[in-house]
């Protein structure tokens, strides 16, 4: 326990250093901006910092996206309490009661209570990283490629049933990830794959271009196909944070602690992420809180269980990504892509390897929290102004930094007509409601997943049962195939039980 504490107080005197503190402020500031202006997602203001991490080193590049990610997890909360325009889904269930507190003349007190709680959800979930990542870590040392497929193979079948309507989609999603993942060079055999002749896929598809065009350019292509249906805000009054109470604060514990646990616990899942926290939280409170029976009409339960609960799933989803280079969410799966970008493989070797680094990170997650809370209550006359941009204009400089990144790659135009590509892929994918988180996972991981798979059939003479008969593995191959089985059982029962009550 006191090497922790030592390997910890290292990494804040790293974090805090004038150079990766600047890093961390612009990126709660960009998560903010991202995560408040309708049409722009967190997701989108990663994937295009991206291209300007590439003459960072390893860890300056994480803290500017870890903070980016925790501030644009809470930023729509902004826009939603304000204007009824919730900036990513996980913002919904904020607007449900922050909305109706702003119409009663209490805007600035939703605003400071849902930052207060934000904060304090993330500090819970960045306790629960510190923790429990290195146990968790010691234990993975013993895993071998079995164990790590069966991991692998878990995570992307989580991703498939988690946050979509149609598993089906899913899977072809999936499927199709899982199918660029192989263009290329094969890596254990040295075979040439799916390139037709052409030099540029010899060396296979960047998942750079791929989620640039994917997520920031289908959706500009998305939006403009509607003509922009959101209208610039226009606030009524002026609006500015008020830092609630302490007693206010004390009288919500029991909401804070339920919250920031199950957040942490849903963040710890691979595919699940803030969206399903914050509504499983706030679902949580519509049973069990004692004012249930007014959640929706403008109470703080009705902002404090959401918040904490998104804030501490961005927390909890860095423990696979560090442990086991499995991503908790659709951020932290662009986080991987950071890690893998500067040449390095999360997983429970990173504690080893590159201890300095994880506690580094470790200890800016506290320092993006607490800098949050006054970066947030400090800007939110700003994004109050902000929001009277026009958002045609806001999907120009999208553009304009989609080709930009894709080109600064590999200063090469064909990764810009990759991007491209994929973006009218990703246009396409919107427009017949098919889930794209699914096809960059399968990208992203699936030179990993063929990798092990290879290794443990060439180690075990191409025993295939070596994959149920050892125990971690065993357990793991068996929660997959829950997650594939228990969402088709739900939907035949749903399915007998509408027919029989037409027979009836």
Known sequence: MLELFQDLGAGFLL???PFNLSLIIVGLVIG???GALPGITTLMAIILMLPFTYTMDATSAILLMVACYHSGVFGGTITAILFNIPGDPQNVPSLWDGYPMARKGFAGKALGLAIICAVIGGIFGACVLVFLSPPF???ALSFSSPEYFSIIFFGLMSVTVLGTSSMRSALISLSIGLLLATVGIDVVYAAERFTFGSPILRDGIDFLPV???????????DRFEQRFPVESGTATGKAAAEIPGVREIARLWDVLLRSSIIGTVIGIVPGAGATIAA???????KQYSKNRALLGTGVPEGLAAPNAAANAASSGALIPLLTLGIPGSGASALILGAFLLHGIQPGPQIFITSKEMVYTIFAAEFVSNILMLFIGLLSIRFFVKVMQIPESIMAAFILLFCFLGAFAMRTNMSDVWIMAGFGIIGYFMRRVDYPIAPMVLGLILGPLAESTFMTSMIAHHNDWTVFFTRPVAGT???LSIVAILLPIW???KGRSQRATANAS
């Open 490 to 492: 739900k939907s035949w």
């Open 15 to 17: 974090a805090v250093s």
């Open 211 to 221: 989620m640039i065009g994917v997520y920031a350019m289908g959706e500009v292509l």
């Open 137 to 139: 870590a010691k234990v």
């Open 279 to 285: 509504f499983i939280g706030y679902g949580v409170e």
């Open 476 to 478: 793991m191959m068996l």
């Open 32 to 34: 903010f901006v991202a």
